[in-house]
C-alpha cells in the first residue's frame, strides 16, 4: 500500500485474493510522481539516508491502478474514472463478488464500484457525497447474504448504518465500524452521539433493529468469526481488559497489572459539554493548590477521554508526581456526530484551543484545588501541535508546553489528512497559512520543550527544526531535544522512560515547583 | 585539495604551475577508499543529502597520488613511498624547482623531496623525525636565492628556523610561520617562547642573525612580495588593527569602529604562568560580585589571548551584560615551546581543563569580585568539546556550559588532525575511551546547552546527537539547540546574533541571575 493509504485510509495492504484462490488482484503503485523526502541518521553519518515518497499536502500523490492477475498470467486493468476518484481506499473480494471504493481527491465524494473480473469494467453501485468530507468507515463496505450492501455513512448528523442505500440506525447513535456479518446480523461498533466515551457492540438485524450486546458501562470491541463473536470490554472499575467468548466464559489474562493506578473522575462540563477527565494525585493533602498538567490529543480520529483506565497509565504517572492532569476531547474528535467531527474544517486551531481553555476553567470550577497561575500542556503528534500552539496564543492561561513529534506546519503533512481538514493549499493556501506555527513563533514567551524522533517517517523532524529557526529568527528562548533513530512512537522502553523523567524536570523547572525532598 | 589537506595541513589546492607555464604538478585524489558520510538537511526534507568523504580517525585516507601533466598531454607520475609517507602536505614548484612535502600516517616523520619532473623520479632533500609529532609550518619549504632549503622544525624546545638543515634561530623563539624571503633575508612571523601573546615580524639573515622589524607589543603579520613587506598591527590600545608598508605609509582604514569597547587586562598567573585575559564590564559598581564565564577555545592551532583588542569583542559583549569574562590558553595551545604543545599527546581533555581551572583560581585570587559560586563556561568546536567536559569532570567548579558545535567523541574527528594528538584508533582505541565524552554522560549534574549546525561537515552534529542520546539514556536533562542549514561557524548575522542572546538567556537562568530591569 502507499503511503496515505496505509497511514490515513486504514488500507495496509495492496493485493486481494479472489474466493476461489486462481486470481488477484493487485494494486500497482507508481510513486514516480511523489516528492521524495530524506531520512537521514545524522546521530550515524554513515548510515545511508532513506527516499521515501512522500506525497505533502498539495503535491502528487502516487498514481495507484488496480489489476485482476490470474495463474494463467494474465492481466487486466480495473478501470474507473481517475480523474474524478484519485483515490483507492478499500478492495473487497468476497462471494458477492470484487468491489473497489474510491474516492475523489477533495474527499467530498465516495464510490462503491462492482468490478467484473473478467474485463476489468466497473458499475457503480453505492456513491455519498458531502460538502465538507465524506468519511471512511473501518468494516465497509460489507455484504448481507442476500447481496445488499451494508455501509455507514454521516447523513442527517450521525454517522450512520446504511442498508442497501437507506439509513437502519437514528441519529443518536454514532456507528464506529462494522465488525462483521453474522448470518442476517451486522455487528457494530457505536455510542451515543451524547456520549463519546463509551463504546459498545451492538447487533442491527432487520426484525429487531439495533441492539446493543454490551450493556456494561466501558469501552468494548469485538471481532466475528463464524458463528463466534468474542468481545474485549474495559472500563474504568478495573485494570486492563476482559476478553470474553459471547455467550461464554471469559479468556484467561496473564496481563501484568499495571504498577500505576488511575484517579480519575469523568464529567461533562461547559457550553458544550465537553467529556473531560481529572486525575488527582493519591495523596494530595486536602486544601492544597495543585498544579494543572493538561494532557491532550485533540485532535481528529482520536480520542483520549473513554470510560478505561488503561487509557490514563501515563496521566496518572503525571497526576502521582504532584499535578492535577486534566484530560478534554474537544471539537473535532470522533463519536459526537458529524457536526461536532467537522467543526474543525478549515481551522484545526482555534476550535481546538479554544475548547481546552475551556475545559481548563470549567475543571477549575467544580474544583478549586487547580492552581490555575501554573498550567502546563503537553501532547504527542497533533497533540504536540495544540500544546505549542497553547502556549503561543494563549500565554495567558498556559505557562508552559511539551510538543512531542509536533506538527508545526500542516503544509508538511500527508496529503490524504491534511487535505480532508484544510483543503489543498495549491488551490487555497489560506487554512495553511491560518494553522501554521512558524507564523506565530515571535509570539512566544512561554518555556517550551520540543522533542522529535529524527528518524520520524511521518511527522518528519522538519516540523521542529522548522519552528526552531523560526523561534531562532525571532530570538525566541526554547528548548529542543532531538531523538536520535526514533520515530514517530517511542516503543523503546529505556527512552519512553527517560522521556517522561525529563519531561518531569523540565515542567517543574518552568512552572517553578520544588523537587519533593 | 582532499578534506583533510584543505581542513588540517593547510593546502589548499591540488595544482601547481611550473614557472614557465608548460607544465603542471596535479594531485589526483581517490576519495573511493574513504567513508561516505551523509550530510542531510532535516528541516528541509526534499533537499537530496550530499555524500561526504570523511577520513574518520583509524579509517582510510583518500589516495593521492601526484602527476606532472605537460601542453602536450603527457603525464608522468611522480614517485615516492606512499607507504611511509601517506601524506602529500605541501608542494612547490619555483625557480627551485618541483619539491614535494611527504608525512608519514603516524606524523612522526616528513621529508621534503626534489622532483624530476622530466621522470618523476624523487630525492629526499631534507627529512625531520620526531617521537611525538612533526608540525607543519607555514610557508615552508622556501628558498635563499643560493638553493639553500629553509624549514621550520620543533628542534630543541622550539620552534625554529631551519637552514640548509641547521637550526638558526635560538630556542627562546618561537617561529611561527616563514612569510617569505626578500633577497638574502627570510622573514617570519615569531614570538618569545615565554609570552605567545605577542607575534612579532622578524628578519634572518646570515649577517644580522634574526632581527625583529615590528618592535611596539601587538600582534603583527606581514605580506612579502618583491621588495616590499606590507606589516599588519592589532594591538590593545586601538580598535581593528593598521596595515602599513615598511618604512613607507599606513594605509587608510575604514573599517567601521565596533560598538564594544574591549575593557580587558592580560596577566601571566599560575605556576604555569598561563596567559589569562579578565574582561569586566564598564560599569561594575565596586565591591559587586560578578558571575564568570569561562570563554576558551583550549584546543591546540589557536590561541584566544592576544595582545590585540579585537579577539576580544564577543567576550566583552558578554561581560557587558554583568559578567567576568576569563580567557586563558592553557597547555596545548601554540606558541609557548614544543613541550607546551605536545602536553597533550595522548590526552586532550586533562591537562586542557586542569589549566582552565588552575586559571578560574589564579584569576579568582587576583580579583576578589570574581564570585566562584557562578561559574559558567562556553566555547565553540574544541572549546565546545572543552565546555562540556568542564561541567562533567568539574561540576565544583563549572555551574553551567555552552558547548558549541562541540566535539564529544574524538572517533568521530578527522585523521590528519586526531591521529595526531591522539593516534590511531584502529591500533590503540584508549586514548579515544579517555577523551570520549560520551562514556562520562552520566555524570551530567550542571545545566548544558549544546548548540551544533545541522550542515557542519567538519565537526558533524553526531557529535551533538550522539552525546545527547547518551545523556537521554542516562535520563541526564540538558538542551540542544540544532541550527538548520548552519555549518560549523554561523557567518549568518541574525543567527550569530540571536545565538548570543539566547546564550545569555540560558546563562542567566542557569546561574540564577535576575534579568537587568
Known amino acids: ?27 500497482r503503485v507508481d510513486t514516480a510522481p511523489v516528492p521524495r523526502w530524506w531520512i537521514a541518521d545524522p546521530a550515524n553519518p554513515a548510515k545511508t539516508p532513506i527516499a521515501h515518497p512522500y506525497p505533502a499536502a498539495g503535491a502528487a500523490n502516487a498514481e495507484v491502478t488496480l489489476w485482476v492477475v490470474a495463474l494463467d498470467g494474465s492481466k487486466i486493468e480495473v478501470r474507473w474514472d481517475h480523474e474524478r476518484y484519485e483515490y483507492l481506499t478499500n478492495v473487497a473480494w468476497s462471494g458477492h463478488g470484487l468491489h473497489i471504493v474510491v474516492q475523489a481527491r477533495d474527499q467530498r465524494s465516495l464510490a462503491v464500484l462492482r468490478v467484473d473480473p473478467a474485463t476489468g469494467e466497473t458499475t457503480e453501485v453505492f456513491a455519498d457525497r458531502d460538502d465538507v468530507w465524506v468519511e471512511l468507515v473501518p468494516g465497509t463496505p460489507s ?16 454517522r450512520r448504518l446504511v442498508v442497501d442505500g437507506l439509513p437502519v440506525t437514528t441519529p443518536d447513535v454514532q456507528v464506529r465500524a462494522v465488525l462483521g456479518v453474522q448470518g442476517t446480523d451486522v455487528v457494530v461498533a457505536c455510542n451515543p452521539v451524547d456520549d463519546a466515551t463509551v463504546q459498545h457492540v451492538a447487533v442491527w438485524s432487520e426484525q429487531g433493529g439495533l441492539e446493543l450486546i454490551t450493556k456494561e458501562p466501558g469501552v468494548h470491541g469485538a471481532t466475528v468469526g463464524g458463528p463466534t463473536i ?5 472500563h474504568l472499575g478495573a485494570d486492563g481488559a476482559v476478553t470474553s467468548v459471547l455467550g461464554g466464559s471469559d479468556l484467561v489474562s496473564h496481563a501484568e497489572t499495571p504498577l500505576v493506578r488511575p484517579n480519575v473522575t469523568l464529567s461533562r462540563r461547559g457550553e458544550r459539554r465537553l467529556a473531560i477527565a481529572v486525575l488527582l494525585p493519591h495523596e494530595a493533602a486536602p486544601g492544597t493548590k495543585l498544579p494543572v498538567l493538561f494532557d491532550p490529543y485533540g485532535g481528529p480520529h482520536a480520542q483520549r477521554v473513554l470510560s478505561a483506565r488503561s487509557a490514563y497509565l501515563s496521566s496518572q504517572w503525571f497526576a502521582d508526581q504532584g499535578f492535577a492532569v486534566v484530560v478534554a476531547d474537544g471539537r473535532g ?22 475548547d481546552q481553555v475551556d475545559a481548563l476553567h470549567a475543571a477549575a470550577e467544580a474544583d478549586d484545588r487547580l492552581d490555575l497561575t501554573r498550567v502546563a500542556i503537553r501532547g504527542w503528534s497533533f497533540g504536540g501541535y495544540l500544546a505549542a500552539l497553547a502556549v503561543l496564543r494563549r500565554p495567558d492561561v498556559f505557562h508552559a508546553a511539551i510538543a512531542g513529534a509536533p506538527v508545526t506546519d500542516w503544509r508538511l503533512y500527508d496529503t490524504h489528512y491534511t487535505e480532508r ?33 529524527l528518524a520520524d517517517d511521518n511527522v518528519v523532524a522538519a516540523h521542529t527544526l522548522e519552528l526552531s529557526s523560526a523561534l531562532l529568527a525571532a530570538g525566541r528562548p526554547h528548548r529542543v531535544l532531538p531523538l536520535s533513530g526514533v520515530t514517530h512512537m517511542t516503543p523503546q522502553e529505556v527512552v519512553a522512560e527517560n522521556l517522561l523523567l525529563l519531561q518531569l524536570d523540565f515542567l517543574r523547572e518552568s512552572l517553578g515547583l520544588e523537587r519533593p525532598g
Open 1 to 27: 500500500a502507499e503511503f496515505v493509504a496505509a497511514e490515513e485510509m486504514g488500507r495496509g495492504r495492496g493485493y486481494w485474493w479472489s474466493p476461489d484462490g486462481a486470481q488477484l488482484a493487485v494494486a
Open 143 to 158: 455484504w448481507l447474504p442476500d447481496g445488499r450492501l451494508v455501509m455507514a455513512c454521516d447523513w442527517g448528523g450521525a
Open 230 to 234: 468474542v468481545v474485549r470490554r474495559s
Open 333 to 354: 474528535t470522533p463519536g459526537r456526530g458529524s457536526a461536532w467531527e467537522r467543526s474543525v474544517h478549515l481551522d484545526l486551531a482555534a476550535p481546538v484551543l479554544e
Open 421 to 453: 481538514y484544510l483543503g489543498n493549499p495549491a488551490v487555497d493556501d489560506a487554512p495553511y497559512e491560518r494553522c501554521s506555527l512558524l507564523r506565530e513563533a515571535a509570539a512566544l514567551t512561554r518555556p517550551l520543550l520540543m522533542v522529535h524522533g
